[in-house]
Protein backbone atom coordinates (compact mmCIF):
# COMPACT_ATOMS: atom_id res chain seq x y z
CA UNK A 1 0.00 0.00 0.00
CA UNK A 2 1.60 3.15 -1.45
CA UNK A 3 0.76 5.29 1.89
CA UNK A 4 4.12 7.05 2.30
CA UNK A 5 5.26 7.96 -1.42
CA UNK A 6 6.09 11.65 -1.65
CA UNK A 7 3.61 12.71 2.17
CA UNK A 8 4.26 13.09 5.37
CA UNK A 9 1.82 10.04 6.51
CA UNK A 10 4.42 7.96 8.02
CA UNK A 11 5.24 10.31 10.75
CA UNK A 12 1.52 12.01 11.00
CA UNK A 13 0.44 8.43 11.13
CA UNK A 14 3.38 7.53 14.18
CA UNK A 15 2.20 11.60 15.71
CA UNK A 16 -1.51 9.94 15.63
CA UNK A 17 -0.82 6.59 17.01
CA UNK A 18 1.11 8.59 20.13
CA UNK A 19 -0.98 11.08 20.81
CA UNK A 20 -4.26 9.08 20.33
CA UNK A 21 -2.72 6.08 22.66
CA UNK A 22 -2.50 9.26 25.57
CA UNK A 23 -5.60 10.55 24.80
CA UNK A 24 -7.14 7.08 24.93
CA UNK A 25 -5.48 6.49 28.36
CA UNK A 26 -6.59 10.44 30.12
CA UNK A 27 -9.97 10.25 28.72
CA UNK A 28 -10.55 6.55 30.53
CA UNK A 29 -9.06 8.21 33.48
CA UNK A 30 -11.22 11.60 32.69
CA UNK A 31 -14.32 9.31 32.63
CA UNK A 32 -14.10 7.30 36.15
CA UNK A 33 -12.43 10.03 37.96
CA UNK A 34 -15.75 12.49 36.94
CA UNK A 35 -18.50 9.72 37.77
CA UNK A 36 -16.89 8.56 41.20
CA UNK A 37 -16.51 12.67 41.92
CA UNK A 38 -20.10 13.97 40.76
CA UNK A 39 -21.68 10.31 40.63
CA UNK A 40 -23.64 9.11 37.18
CA UNK A 41 -26.52 11.53 37.30
CA UNK A 42 -24.16 14.69 37.38
CA UNK A 43 -22.01 12.91 35.39
CA UNK A 44 -24.44 12.19 32.91
CA UNK A 45 -25.07 15.85 31.92
CA UNK A 46 -21.38 16.20 30.89
CA UNK A 47 -21.68 14.57 27.22
CA UNK A 48 -25.58 15.45 27.35
CA UNK A 49 -23.87 19.25 27.22
CA UNK A 50 -21.32 18.41 24.66
CA UNK A 51 -24.29 16.96 22.40
CA UNK A 52 -26.04 20.13 22.97
CA UNK A 53 -23.34 21.86 21.50
CA UNK A 54 -22.80 19.90 18.03
CA UNK A 55 -26.37 20.96 17.48
CA UNK A 56 -24.90 24.41 17.42
CA UNK A 57 -21.95 23.70 15.59
CA UNK A 58 -24.50 23.49 12.66
CA UNK A 59 -24.71 27.01 11.62
CA UNK A 60 -20.72 27.37 11.55
CA UNK A 61 -20.33 23.71 9.82
CA UNK A 62 -20.81 24.49 6.10
CA UNK A 63 -17.44 26.91 6.69
CA UNK A 64 -15.46 24.46 8.33
CA UNK A 65 -15.68 21.75 6.98
CA UNK A 66 -14.94 23.25 3.08
CA UNK A 67 -12.44 25.47 3.87
CA UNK A 68 -9.66 23.46 4.51
CA UNK A 69 -10.78 21.58 0.21
CA UNK A 70 -10.54 24.75 -1.24
CA UNK A 71 -7.74 26.44 0.45
CA UNK A 72 -5.64 22.70 -0.66
CA UNK A 73 -7.14 23.52 -4.58
CA UNK A 74 -5.19 27.41 -4.32
CA UNK A 75 -1.85 26.24 -2.32
CA UNK A 76 -1.96 23.38 -5.13
CA UNK A 77 -1.93 26.09 -7.93
CA UNK A 78 -0.10 28.87 -6.25
CA UNK A 79 -3.22 31.41 -6.09
CA UNK A 80 -1.59 33.25 -2.34
CA UNK A 81 -4.19 35.94 -3.03
CA UNK A 82 -7.33 33.68 -3.25
CA UNK A 83 -5.61 32.08 -0.02
CA UNK A 84 -5.87 34.89 1.42
CA UNK A 85 -9.43 35.44 0.78
CA UNK A 86 -10.31 32.22 1.84
CA UNK A 87 -9.37 32.53 5.10
CA UNK A 88 -10.29 36.07 6.11
CA UNK A 89 -13.87 35.47 4.49
CA UNK A 90 -14.16 32.11 6.31
CA UNK A 91 -12.90 33.69 9.92
CA UNK A 92 -15.17 36.62 9.35
CA UNK A 93 -18.08 34.27 7.91
CA UNK A 94 -17.57 32.62 11.38
CA UNK A 95 -17.81 35.82 13.92
CA UNK A 96 -20.97 36.44 11.85
CA UNK A 97 -22.61 33.52 12.49
CA UNK A 98 -21.53 33.38 16.35
CA UNK A 99 -23.87 35.59 16.58
CA UNK A 100 -27.13 33.96 16.27
CA UNK A 101 -25.34 30.86 17.53
CA UNK A 102 -24.88 32.82 21.10
CA UNK A 103 -28.36 34.15 20.86
CA UNK A 104 -29.37 30.16 20.61
CA UNK A 105 -26.89 29.21 23.36
CA UNK A 106 -28.72 32.11 25.60
CA UNK A 107 -31.94 30.50 25.10
CA UNK A 108 -30.66 27.10 25.59
CA UNK A 109 -29.29 28.21 29.04
CA UNK A 110 -32.75 29.82 29.63
CA UNK A 111 -34.59 27.18 29.09
CA UNK A 112 -32.34 23.89 30.18
CA UNK A 113 -34.38 22.31 32.64
CA UNK A 114 -37.20 21.89 29.80
CA UNK A 115 -34.24 20.67 27.25
CA UNK A 116 -32.80 17.59 29.04
CA UNK A 117 -33.75 15.99 33.09
CA UNK A 118 -31.49 17.69 35.58
CA UNK A 119 -31.34 15.64 38.63
CA UNK A 120 -32.81 17.67 41.66
CA UNK A 121 -30.52 20.37 43.30
CA UNK A 122 -27.98 20.68 40.47
CA UNK A 123 -29.61 22.68 38.39
CA UNK A 124 -27.97 25.86 39.03
CA UNK A 125 -24.74 24.26 38.61
CA UNK A 126 -25.54 22.34 35.23
CA UNK A 127 -26.55 26.02 33.63
CA UNK A 128 -23.16 27.54 34.86
CA UNK A 129 -21.93 24.48 33.17
CA UNK A 130 -23.80 25.25 30.10
CA UNK A 131 -22.27 29.05 29.88
CA UNK A 132 -18.33 27.31 30.41
CA UNK A 133 -19.36 24.76 27.52
CA UNK A 134 -21.03 27.49 24.93
CA UNK A 135 -17.77 30.27 25.73
CA UNK A 136 -15.55 27.32 24.93
CA UNK A 137 -17.59 26.05 22.24
CA UNK A 138 -17.33 29.55 20.46
CA UNK A 139 -14.00 30.14 20.85
CA UNK A 140 -13.01 26.35 18.90
CA UNK A 141 -15.29 28.01 16.19
CA UNK A 142 -13.17 30.62 16.09
CA UNK A 143 -10.05 28.71 15.78
CA UNK A 144 -10.90 25.96 13.12
CA UNK A 145 -9.87 28.26 10.19
CA UNK A 146 -6.33 29.02 11.69
CA UNK A 147 -6.63 25.10 12.57
CA UNK A 148 -6.26 24.60 8.47
CA UNK A 149 -3.15 25.43 7.97
CA UNK A 150 -2.13 21.79 9.54
CA UNK A 151 -4.69 20.05 6.92
CA UNK A 152 -2.97 22.64 3.83
CA UNK A 153 0.31 21.60 4.94
CA UNK A 154 -0.11 18.01 5.65
CA UNK A 155 1.59 18.50 8.50
CA UNK A 156 -1.40 16.85 10.52
CA UNK A 157 1.37 15.74 13.60
CA UNK A 158 1.29 19.14 14.73
CA UNK A 159 -2.37 18.87 15.14
CA UNK A 160 -2.43 15.81 16.77
CA UNK A 161 0.23 17.31 19.31
CA UNK A 162 -2.13 20.09 19.61
CA UNK A 163 -5.03 18.53 20.21
CA UNK A 164 -3.20 16.64 22.99
CA UNK A 165 -1.99 19.65 24.81
CA UNK A 166 -5.27 20.37 25.10
CA UNK A 167 -7.17 17.69 25.88
CA UNK A 168 -4.33 17.40 28.89
CA UNK A 169 -5.79 21.18 30.05
CA UNK A 170 -9.67 20.07 29.86
CA UNK A 171 -8.82 17.02 31.39
CA UNK A 172 -5.97 17.19 34.06
CA UNK A 173 -6.98 21.12 34.55
CA UNK A 174 -10.77 19.48 35.62
CA UNK A 175 -9.15 17.34 38.03
CA UNK A 176 -7.14 20.07 39.51
CA UNK A 177 -10.32 22.27 39.93
CA UNK A 178 -12.48 19.79 41.27
CA UNK A 179 -9.53 18.85 44.08
CA UNK A 180 -9.22 22.43 45.03
CA UNK A 181 -12.63 23.50 45.57
CA UNK A 182 -14.66 20.98 45.51
CA UNK A 183 -16.70 18.72 43.64
CA UNK A 184 -18.64 21.45 41.40
CA UNK A 185 -20.06 20.54 37.86
CA UNK A 186 -19.59 24.16 36.86
CA UNK A 187 -15.85 23.53 37.27
CA UNK A 188 -15.64 21.05 34.49
CA UNK A 189 -17.18 23.86 32.21
CA UNK A 190 -14.40 26.17 33.49
CA UNK A 191 -11.53 23.73 31.96
CA UNK A 192 -13.30 23.44 28.87
CA UNK A 193 -13.14 27.01 28.41
CA UNK A 194 -9.90 27.43 29.27
CA UNK A 195 -8.69 24.51 27.25
CA UNK A 196 -10.43 26.13 24.55
CA UNK A 197 -8.88 29.68 24.69
CA UNK A 198 -5.22 27.80 24.59
CA UNK A 199 -6.38 25.97 21.56
CA UNK A 200 -7.19 29.38 20.12
CA UNK A 201 -3.98 30.95 20.52
CA UNK A 202 -1.42 28.02 19.72
CA UNK A 203 -3.86 27.37 16.20
CA UNK A 204 -3.46 31.26 15.51
CA UNK A 205 0.79 30.99 16.02
CA UNK A 206 0.53 27.83 13.41
CA UNK A 207 -1.08 29.69 11.20
CA UNK A 208 1.77 32.60 11.26
CA UNK A 209 4.07 29.65 10.79
CA UNK A 210 2.77 27.49 8.83
CA UNK A 211 1.30 29.87 6.37
CA UNK A 212 3.38 33.32 6.53
CA UNK A 213 2.41 34.83 3.47
CA UNK A 214 -1.42 33.95 3.60
CA UNK A 215 -3.66 36.52 5.86
CA UNK A 216 -6.26 35.13 7.90
CA UNK A 217 -7.85 38.47 9.41
CA UNK A 218 -11.29 39.41 10.47
CA UNK A 219 -12.97 42.08 8.09
CA UNK A 220 -11.91 40.51 5.17
CA UNK A 221 -14.85 39.25 3.87
CA UNK A 222 -15.38 38.72 -0.34
CA UNK A 223 -19.02 37.63 -1.96
CA UNK A 224 -17.59 35.11 -4.37
CA UNK A 225 -15.09 33.43 -2.10
CA UNK A 226 -18.15 33.13 0.76
CA UNK A 227 -20.65 31.68 -2.07
CA UNK A 228 -17.80 28.76 -3.39
CA UNK A 229 -16.97 27.59 -0.12
CA UNK A 230 -20.79 28.04 1.47
CA UNK A 231 -21.85 25.83 -1.27
CA UNK A 232 -20.01 23.11 -0.80
CA UNK A 233 -20.43 23.30 2.81
CA UNK A 234 -23.77 23.80 2.45
CA UNK A 235 -24.30 20.43 1.41
CA UNK A 236 -22.16 19.31 4.21
CA UNK A 237 -24.03 20.69 6.71
CA UNK A 238 -27.09 18.66 5.75
CA UNK A 239 -24.58 15.74 6.29
CA UNK A 240 -23.79 16.62 9.58
CA UNK A 241 -27.06 16.92 10.77
CA UNK A 242 -27.79 13.75 10.19
CA UNK A 243 -25.07 12.01 11.29
CA UNK A 244 -25.16 14.46 14.59
CA UNK A 245 -29.22 12.29 14.58
CA UNK A 246 -27.05 9.10 14.28
CA UNK A 247 -24.26 10.30 16.42
CA UNK A 248 -25.61 12.88 19.48
CA UNK A 249 -29.53 11.79 20.15
CA UNK A 250 -28.38 8.43 21.99
CA UNK A 251 -28.06 10.16 25.18
CA UNK A 252 -30.85 12.81 25.31
CA UNK A 253 -33.24 10.08 24.16
CA UNK A 254 -32.35 8.12 26.82
CA UNK A 255 -32.05 10.93 29.65
CA UNK A 256 -36.08 12.46 28.40
CA UNK A 257 -37.31 8.80 28.04
CA UNK A 258 -35.64 6.84 30.97
CA UNK A 259 -33.99 9.35 33.59
CA UNK A 260 -30.71 11.28 34.28
CA UNK A 261 -29.41 7.95 35.77
CA UNK A 262 -29.38 5.87 33.18
CA UNK A 263 -28.04 8.82 31.00
CA UNK A 264 -25.68 8.53 32.87
CA UNK A 265 -25.04 4.87 33.31
CA UNK A 266 -25.10 4.80 29.50
CA UNK A 267 -22.95 7.13 29.22
CA UNK A 268 -19.35 6.06 29.65
CA UNK A 269 -19.73 3.16 27.35
CA UNK A 270 -20.85 5.10 24.78
CA UNK A 271 -17.23 7.26 24.97
CA UNK A 272 -15.94 3.22 23.99
CA UNK A 273 -17.65 3.74 20.79
CA UNK A 274 -16.91 7.75 20.85
CA UNK A 275 -13.25 7.26 21.13
CA UNK A 276 -13.09 3.93 18.46
CA UNK A 277 -14.65 7.08 15.73
CA UNK A 278 -12.21 9.50 16.88
CA UNK A 279 -9.00 6.82 16.45
CA UNK A 280 -10.35 6.14 13.00
CA UNK A 281 -11.26 9.59 11.74
CA UNK A 282 -8.02 10.73 12.94
CA UNK A 283 -6.24 7.66 10.90
CA UNK A 284 -8.76 9.02 8.16
CA UNK A 285 -7.77 12.56 8.30
CA UNK A 286 -4.27 11.24 7.45
CA UNK A 287 -5.51 10.33 4.18
CA UNK A 288 -7.84 13.35 3.08
CA UNK A 289 -5.25 15.92 2.39
CA UNK A 290 -3.65 13.53 -0.53
CA UNK A 291 -7.10 12.74 -1.57
CA UNK A 292 -7.78 16.35 -1.70
CA UNK A 293 -4.38 16.95 -3.59
CA UNK A 294 -4.70 14.12 -6.34
CA UNK A 295 -8.96 15.52 -6.99
CA UNK A 296 -7.34 18.76 -7.33
CA UNK A 297 -4.36 17.26 -9.96
CA UNK A 298 -6.98 15.35 -12.14
CA UNK A 299 -5.06 11.98 -10.97
CA UNK A 300 -7.92 9.75 -11.09
CA UNK A 301 -5.70 6.53 -11.19
CA UNK A 302 -3.68 7.83 -8.87
CA UNK A 303 -6.98 8.69 -6.87
CA UNK A 304 -8.71 5.61 -7.32
CA UNK A 305 -5.53 3.27 -6.15
CA UNK A 306 -4.58 5.76 -3.01
CA UNK A 307 -8.70 5.45 -2.12
CA UNK A 308 -8.85 2.07 -2.22
CA UNK A 309 -5.89 0.72 -0.58
CA UNK A 310 -6.47 3.94 2.66
CA UNK A 311 -9.59 2.02 3.01
CA UNK A 312 -8.01 -1.55 2.97
CA UNK A 313 -5.64 -0.36 5.62
CA UNK A 314 -8.23 1.53 7.44
CA UNK A 315 -10.28 -0.82 7.63
CA UNK A 316 -7.57 -3.97 8.89
CA UNK A 317 -6.45 -1.78 11.14
CA UNK A 318 -9.41 -0.78 12.91
CA UNK A 319 -10.74 -4.57 13.17
CA UNK A 320 -8.19 -5.13 15.99
CA UNK A 321 -9.16 -2.86 18.30
CA UNK A 322 -12.91 -3.18 18.22
CA UNK A 323 -12.71 -7.44 18.45
CA UNK A 324 -9.98 -6.81 21.66
CA UNK A 325 -13.22 -4.44 22.97
CA UNK A 326 -15.67 -6.86 22.18
CA UNK A 327 -14.21 -9.65 23.25
CA UNK A 328 -12.59 -8.74 26.39
CA UNK A 329 -16.09 -5.98 27.29
CA UNK A 330 -17.19 -7.30 30.39
CA UNK A 331 -14.19 -7.47 32.38
CA UNK A 332 -12.98 -3.92 30.88
CA UNK A 333 -16.38 -2.62 32.07
CA UNK A 334 -15.98 -4.40 35.70
CA UNK A 335 -12.30 -3.19 35.74
CA UNK A 336 -12.73 0.95 34.47
CA UNK A 337 -16.33 1.48 35.49
CA UNK A 338 -16.56 -1.27 38.87
CA UNK A 339 -18.66 -3.94 38.98
CA UNK A 340 -21.93 -1.59 38.95
CA UNK A 341 -21.34 -1.44 35.14
CA UNK A 342 -20.25 -4.86 34.46
CA UNK A 343 -24.27 -5.72 33.17
CA UNK A 344 -23.76 -3.04 30.25
CA UNK A 345 -21.00 -5.29 28.40
CA UNK A 346 -23.86 -6.29 25.73
CA UNK A 347 -24.08 -2.01 24.89
CA UNK A 348 -20.49 -2.77 24.25
CA UNK A 349 -20.91 -4.98 21.69
CA UNK A 350 -24.14 -3.22 19.96
CA UNK A 351 -22.34 0.44 20.38
CA UNK A 352 -19.17 -1.09 19.04
CA UNK A 353 -19.18 -4.01 16.99
CA UNK A 354 -20.76 -2.23 13.42
CA UNK A 355 -17.77 0.24 13.60
CA UNK A 356 -16.01 -2.48 11.96
CA UNK A 357 -18.24 -2.18 9.14
CA UNK A 358 -18.86 1.95 9.14
CA UNK A 359 -15.47 2.86 9.98
CA UNK A 360 -13.13 1.77 6.93
CA UNK A 361 -15.55 4.07 4.69
CA UNK A 362 -13.94 7.37 6.22
CA UNK A 363 -11.19 7.51 3.29
CA UNK A 364 -14.06 7.10 0.67
CA UNK A 365 -15.79 10.07 2.65
CA UNK A 366 -13.08 12.32 1.48
CA UNK A 367 -13.41 12.01 -1.98
CA UNK A 368 -17.22 13.18 -1.93
CA UNK A 369 -16.02 16.28 -0.29
CA UNK A 370 -12.88 16.88 -2.59
CA UNK A 371 -15.37 15.80 -5.86
CA UNK A 372 -18.05 18.19 -4.00
CA UNK A 373 -20.27 15.72 -4.49
CA UNK A 374 -22.29 15.97 -0.91
CA UNK A 375 -25.95 16.89 -2.34
CA UNK A 376 -27.42 12.72 -2.43
CA UNK A 377 -24.86 11.55 0.72
CA UNK A 378 -26.48 14.61 3.02
CA UNK A 379 -29.74 13.68 2.10
CA UNK A 380 -29.74 9.66 2.59
CA UNK A 381 -27.87 10.62 5.86
CA UNK A 382 -30.23 13.22 6.87
CA UNK A 383 -33.30 10.73 5.98
CA UNK A 384 -31.90 7.91 7.86
CA UNK A 385 -31.13 10.08 10.80
CA UNK A 386 -34.19 11.32 11.00
CA UNK A 387 -35.26 7.36 11.20
CA UNK A 388 -32.70 6.71 13.59
CA UNK A 389 -34.70 8.87 15.97
CA UNK A 390 -38.35 7.66 15.64
CA UNK A 391 -37.01 3.56 15.59
CA UNK A 392 -34.90 4.20 18.64
CA UNK A 393 -37.88 5.63 20.71
CA UNK A 394 -39.67 2.72 19.20
CA UNK A 395 -37.48 0.19 20.72
CA UNK A 396 -36.47 2.07 23.58
CA UNK A 397 -40.52 2.69 24.76
CA UNK A 398 -42.84 0.89 23.18
CA UNK A 399 -40.93 -2.43 22.75
CA UNK A 400 -39.30 -2.25 26.11
CA UNK A 401 -35.75 -2.70 25.17
CA UNK A 402 -34.19 0.57 26.51
CA UNK A 403 -31.17 1.72 26.29
CA UNK A 404 -30.59 -1.59 24.26
CA UNK A 405 -33.24 -0.67 21.53
CA UNK A 406 -31.35 3.25 21.30
CA UNK A 407 -27.89 1.30 20.59
CA UNK A 408 -29.63 -0.92 18.56
CA UNK A 409 -31.53 1.43 16.35
CA UNK A 410 -28.32 3.35 15.51
CA UNK A 411 -25.85 0.31 14.76
CA UNK A 412 -28.63 -1.28 12.30
CA UNK A 413 -29.34 2.07 10.60
CA UNK A 414 -26.25 3.14 10.31
CA UNK A 415 -24.49 -0.23 8.85
CA UNK A 416 -27.51 0.11 6.39
CA UNK A 417 -26.04 3.52 4.76
CA UNK A 418 -22.53 2.36 5.24
CA UNK A 419 -22.94 -0.87 3.70
CA UNK A 420 -25.07 -0.16 1.04
CA UNK A 421 -24.81 3.89 -0.27
CA UNK A 422 -21.38 4.85 1.08
CA UNK A 423 -19.71 2.29 -1.26
CA UNK A 424 -22.10 1.64 -4.49
CA UNK A 425 -22.18 5.82 -4.74
CA UNK A 426 -18.25 5.90 -4.83
CA UNK A 427 -17.76 3.19 -7.45
CA UNK A 428 -19.34 6.38 -9.39
CA UNK A 429 -17.41 8.86 -8.36
CA UNK A 430 -14.12 6.94 -8.68
CA UNK A 431 -15.23 4.59 -11.70
CA UNK A 432 -14.42 1.21 -9.68
CA UNK A 433 -15.63 -2.12 -9.15
CA UNK A 434 -17.85 -3.08 -6.48
CA UNK A 435 -14.79 -5.67 -4.98
CA UNK A 436 -12.45 -2.79 -4.92
CA UNK A 437 -15.15 -0.46 -3.39
CA UNK A 438 -15.60 -3.28 -0.52
CA UNK A 439 -12.18 -4.15 0.07
CA UNK A 440 -11.70 -2.51 2.93
CA UNK A 441 -15.03 -3.79 4.60
CA UNK A 442 -14.14 -6.83 4.43
CA UNK A 443 -10.77 -6.74 5.70
CA UNK A 444 -11.56 -4.80 8.72
CA UNK A 445 -14.83 -7.77 9.37
CA UNK A 446 -12.06 -10.40 8.83
CA UNK A 447 -10.08 -9.18 11.25
CA UNK A 448 -12.26 -8.03 14.06
CA UNK A 449 -13.90 -11.31 13.63
CA UNK A 450 -10.53 -13.08 14.22
CA UNK A 451 -9.05 -10.60 17.15
CA UNK A 452 -12.63 -11.46 19.10
CA UNK A 453 -12.31 -15.12 18.41
CA UNK A 454 -8.18 -15.42 19.29
CA UNK A 455 -8.30 -13.28 21.94
CA UNK A 456 -11.39 -14.64 24.10
CA UNK A 457 -9.95 -18.19 23.44
CA UNK A 458 -6.50 -16.29 25.04
CA UNK A 459 -8.69 -14.99 27.50
CA UNK A 460 -10.32 -18.42 28.53
CA UNK A 461 -6.84 -20.08 29.07
CA UNK A 462 -5.24 -17.27 31.15
CA UNK A 463 -4.76 -18.39 34.89
CA UNK A 464 -4.81 -14.65 36.40
CA UNK A 465 -7.71 -12.65 37.49
CA UNK A 466 -7.90 -8.53 37.48
CA UNK A 467 -5.96 -6.23 35.24
CA UNK A 468 -3.24 -8.71 34.54
CA UNK A 469 -5.45 -10.98 33.08
CA UNK A 470 -7.00 -8.16 30.83
CA UNK A 471 -3.86 -7.00 29.86
CA UNK A 472 -2.42 -10.53 28.55
CA UNK A 473 -5.15 -11.22 27.20
CA UNK A 474 -5.60 -7.98 25.20
CA UNK A 475 -2.03 -7.88 24.09
CA UNK A 476 -1.60 -11.57 23.63
CA UNK A 477 -4.68 -11.43 21.12
CA UNK A 478 -3.76 -8.33 19.55
CA UNK A 479 0.03 -9.56 18.90
CA UNK A 480 -1.62 -12.70 17.58
CA UNK A 481 -4.41 -11.74 15.11
CA UNK A 482 -1.76 -8.83 14.00
CA UNK A 483 0.42 -11.60 13.22
CA UNK A 484 -2.75 -13.74 11.51
CA UNK A 485 -4.22 -10.34 9.62
CA UNK A 486 -0.26 -9.92 8.21
CA UNK A 487 0.15 -13.36 7.11
CA UNK A 488 -3.18 -14.23 5.87
CA UNK A 489 -5.44 -10.86 4.61
CA UNK A 490 -2.64 -9.10 2.96
CA UNK A 491 -0.58 -9.43 -0.11
CA UNK A 492 3.06 -9.72 -0.95
CA UNK A 493 3.23 -6.33 -2.07
CA UNK A 494 1.39 -4.70 0.86
CA UNK A 495 3.47 -6.16 2.90
CA UNK A 496 6.50 -4.85 1.35
CA UNK A 497 5.02 -1.66 2.09
CA UNK A 498 4.00 -2.18 5.38
CA UNK A 499 7.51 -3.24 6.31
CA UNK A 500 8.79 -0.17 4.59
CA UNK A 501 6.50 2.26 6.11
CA UNK A 502 7.49 0.70 9.79
CA UNK A 503 10.95 1.92 8.77
CA UNK A 504 10.48 4.97 7.87
CA UNK A 505 8.93 5.70 10.98
CA UNK A 506 11.41 4.22 12.93
CA UNK A 507 14.15 6.10 10.65
CA UNK A 508 12.38 9.56 11.66
CA UNK A 509 11.40 9.06 15.46
CA UNK A 510 9.07 10.42 17.71
CA UNK A 511 8.55 14.03 17.90
CA UNK A 512 7.30 16.45 15.05
CA UNK A 513 9.35 17.04 12.38
CA UNK A 514 10.59 20.71 12.67
CA UNK A 515 8.94 23.68 10.86
CA UNK A 516 10.40 24.17 7.54
CA UNK A 517 13.36 26.40 7.44
CA UNK A 518 12.38 30.27 7.63
CA UNK A 519 8.89 29.21 9.35
CA UNK A 520 10.71 28.72 12.70
Not at 357 to 379: E, H
Request: proline share 4%; hydrophobic share 55%.
Amino acid sequence: MNLHAKSKFSHNFLATGLTFGAHILLGMWYVRMLVLRLGPEQYGIVPLVVSLMGYLAITTIALNTSIGRHMTACLAHGDLDRASRIGGTALTGILLLALPVMVAGVLAYCFLPDLIRIPTGTEADARLFFAFCLGGFLLTQISIPFGTATFCTNRLDWRAWVDLLVYVIRTVGAFALLALFGNRLWLVGLAIAVAAGVQLGVQYRLWRRLLPGIACRAGIFDAGVFKDVFSTGSWITVNAAGALLFLSTDLIIINRMLGPREAGMYAPVLVLSQVTRAIAGSLGNLFTPKITRLFAEKDLGGLQSYVVQSTRFLGILMGIPIGLLCALSKDFLALWMGPLFASRWPLVWLLVGHLCVNLSVYPQQAVQTAANRVKIPALVTLGMGLFHIGFAILLAGPLGLGSLGVALSGALVLTAKNAVFTPAYNMRILDISARRAYAGMQGSLLTAAATIGITAGVHALLPFTGWIRFAAAGALGALFALAATFAFLLSPREKGEIRRLVRKIVRQGLGPDPLPEGMA
